[in-house]
């Protein structure tokens, strides 16, 4: 699931950096856009936000099924060693 957040996150960071470089080049060089460095640079900003927070968002769900994951292995082997410990 983590890994889907991370993608999100990267495809975002990318547009972030696109509509940055956006906003350095001349509009004359961009027929049909929107020109205005000042949209470009907020576009940019936006993205760059959503883009952090999507891969803080996956760094925390890859903990979290971490450490579920742990606890899990952790209950199985104290199930184990109470089977093995309660037979003669």
Partial sequence: MSRN???LGAVLLFFALLSGGMSLVPSSFQPGLPANGTLWRTVALILLLGG?????????SH???????????????ARRRRREGGQP
């Fill in 52 to 60: 952090l927070f999507f891969a803080l968002i996956g760094i925390m």
């Fill in 5 to 7: 957040f991370y993608i």
């Fill in 63 to 77: 903990l979290f099924e971490q450490v579920d994951r742990r606890s899990e292995h952790a209950r199985q082997d």
